[in-house]
């Protein structure tokens, strides 16, 4: 299996422009989470989906954010209009019902 | 509500010596316990994992856990560091009554000197 995997690795973009992360989970999981790291903030939950419906998103900082999952095999997460602030590493993470299995990132740099 | 606690945000041990690094958590359910490792600049990679099974859980790459429920306690521990264990190590406790939701601790980054 080829595990989680996340597009793109890095991205930089300027302030007000919008941004999309996309995530493709393990085959057969049925959880997906977004997690974004910062120095300051560690690792923070910013929204989880259960068989692609959103189950709790009260992590996500404000309206910028946005997160879909269309379909078992693909979400995407989407910051509209980017902030400094939203600079970070974006982690997506995919569930068997008991273990989370974590993508390799995308390191997002806001100017 | 769960949480988690790790000792010490920095941890320094030399190379063949003895790594233990603490983690403590509270759960108003059974836990599941896990320990993730983050090398730099990569993802959270899994080390080990406690399900209710036995309660000494071993890993990969010689690290092994045990989950005492006296003492809230799952402490993750080496017996002879290794420079390429040098990166960062995440304590996470599950509510798996809440979807597998992963509260993590602060992390403890583990330095290894020659």
């Known amino acids: 299996d080829a595990g989680v995997i996340q597009s793109p690795r890095h991205e930089v973009t300027e302030m007000g422009q919008e941004v999309t992360l996309r995530c493709k989970p393990i085959?057969?999981?049925?959880?997906l989470f977004w997690y974004r790291q910062t120095m300051m903030r560690g690792l923070e939950l910013l929204i989880y989906f259960n068989n692609n419906v959103p189950i709790d998103d009260s992590g996500m900082p404000e309206d910028r954010f946005s997160a879909k999952m269309p379909n078992a095999s693909f979400s995407t997460l989407k910051i509209q209009p980017s902030e400094p602030r939203d600079s970070a590493v974006y982690f997506c993470a995919s569930s068997n019902q008991e273990t989370q299995y974590f993508g390799p990132g995308t390191r997002l740099l806001v100017l | 509500a769960q949480s988690v606690t790790q000792l010490g945000s920095h941890v320094s041990v030399s190379e063949g010596a003895l790594v233990l690094l603490r983690c403590n958590y509270s759960s108003s359910v059974p836990p599941y316990l896990f320990w993730y490792v983050q090398y730099p600049n990569q993802g959270l990679q899994l080390l080990l994992k406690y399900t209710s099974a036995a309660t000494l859980v071993k890993g990969i790459n010689g690290f092994e856990a045990e989950f005492k429920k006296s003492e809230t306690s799952f402490h993750l521990t080496k017996p002879s560091a290794h420079m390429s264990d040098a990166a960062e190590y995440f304590c996470?406790?599950?509510?798996?009554?809440?979807?597998?939701?992963?509260?993590f601790g602060g992390g403890t980054r583990l330095m290894v000197k020659p």
């Open positions: 085959s057969g999981h049925n959880s």
């Open positions: 996470a406790v599950s509510d798996h009554n809440a979807g597998n939701m992963l509260t």
